[in-house]
C-alpha cells in the first residue's frame, strides 16, 4: 500500500479540489492488491526497442498527454510535459503525488469510475480464452469528468493500451493517452469500451447510465454501417438508400448513438468513435 506522509496529505488537499479523492484511493489500492500476481519481480527493467517505437508513435498527437505506467506497482512511470497546457499541473506536481492525484482530481459524481472499471476490466480479463487475446488489450475511457488545476470541471478521453507483460502475460506497462474532450460531449455519464483479440474479435462497454449499459458494443454493427457512410459525407435520405432501410430508421440510429456516447451532435459523434476506434 503507498501512503502519505501527513504534512503533504494537508499540503495536498490544500491544492487539489476533492480531498475525499484520498480514501477512494485507498479503497482502490486494497482492491488492486489482491490483483496483481506477488510472485512478480517489481525489479526496474528497461522497455523493449518495439515498446519504444510503440511510444514514439502514440507521441506525436500534441493536444493529448501521454503517460508511460507499470500496471504492477500502479504507478506512472513517466506523463509528458504538456499536462500543464491541458490540466494547469506540472509534471514534477504530478510525479509527486501520481495516481494520488489522480484520484483528487476526479469530479466528485465520477469518484467511484477507477473501483467500477477496474472491477469489470477484471473479471472480463479473467474470463478471455487463453490464446493471447490479453496481449491485444485496448481499453477507452470517454467522458470521465476531472478537475484541472484552476478547478473547471473537464470532461476527457483516456485511450489504454499494453505494451509489455510479464513471462506469465500478466499486463506489465501501459501506455495512456488523457485529452480534453469537453467541446465533443454532452452528457455528464461516462463510458467504457474493451476490446481484445489479434481481430479485435472481443469486444465489451460499460457504461455509468444503467439506461445505456445494454449491449454487445457501444455502437452496433448496423449504427457503425450508418457511421461509416455518414463520415464519407452522405445525407440520411442518401444512407438509407445505400443500406435499403427507411430514412427514419437512419435518423433514429443517429439519435440512439448520439444519446449513448454522450456527443453533443453528429460530428462530435463521428469524432469520437474514430478517436475511439469503433470506426
Not at 480479463?125 to 470541471?153: A, E, M, Y
Amino acid at each position: 500500500m503507498l501512503f502519505v506522509h501527513n504534512m503533504e496529505l494537508i499540503k495536498l488537499k490544500n491544492l487539489l479540489y476533492n480531498p475525499k479523492g484520498y480514501d477512494t484511493y485507498q479503497q482502490f489500492m486494497d482492491f488492486w492488491e489482491t490483483q496483481v500476481s506477488p510472485s512478480f519481480d517489481m525489479g526496474s527493467e528497461g522497455l523493449s526497442e518495439e515498446s519504444k517505437i510503440i511510444i514514439r508513435d502514440f507521441s506525436r498527437n500534441e493536444n493529448s498527454v501521454k503517460v508511460i505506467f507499470d500496471n504492477q506497482k500502479y504507478s506512472v512511470l513517466y506523463i509528458s510535459e504538456n499536462l500543464k497546457d491541458i490540466f494547469g499541473y506540472t509534471s514534477k506536481e504530478f510525479m509527486e503525488y501520481n495516481m494520488l492525484l489522480v484520484f483528487h482530481s476526479l469530479a466528485f459524481e465520477h469518484l467511484t469510475m477507477p473501483i467500477k472499471v477496474a472491477k469489470w476490466s477484471t473479471k472480463i480479463q479473467k474470463n478471455l480464452p487463453n490464446d493471447g487475446s490479453i496481449r491485444h488489450f485496448k481499453l477507452t475511457i470517454c467522458g470521465l469528468k476531472v478537475k484541472d488545476k484552476n478547478r473547471r470541471t473537464l470532461s476527457v478521453l483516456a485511450r489504454i493500451s499494453t505494451i509489455e507483460f510479464t513471462e506469465n502475460d500478466e499486463v506489465k506497462t501501459i501506455i495512456i493517452s488523457v485529452e480534453n474532450i469537453s467541446h465533443l460531449m454532452k452528457s455528464n455519464a461516462y463510458w467504457a469500451r474493451l476490446v481484445c483479440g489479434k481481430e479485435q474479435e472481443h469486444k465489451f462497454y460499460f457504461s455509468s447510465d444503467p439506461a445505456h449499459n445494454t449491449g454487445k458494443d457501444i455502437v452496433s454493427n448496423r449504427e457503425k454501417d450508418v457511421l461509416r457512410l455518414i463520415a464519407k459525407g452522405m445525407e440520411s435520405k442518401e444512407i438509407a438508400k445505400e443500406l435499403f432501410i427507411s430514412t427514419g430508421t437512419v435518423e433514429n440510429h443517429r439519435r440512439n448513438m448520439i444519446a449513448r456516447t454522450g456527443a453533443r451532435d453528429t460530428t462530435a459523434l463521428l469524432q469520437i468513435c474514430i478517436s475511439c476506434g469503433i470506426i
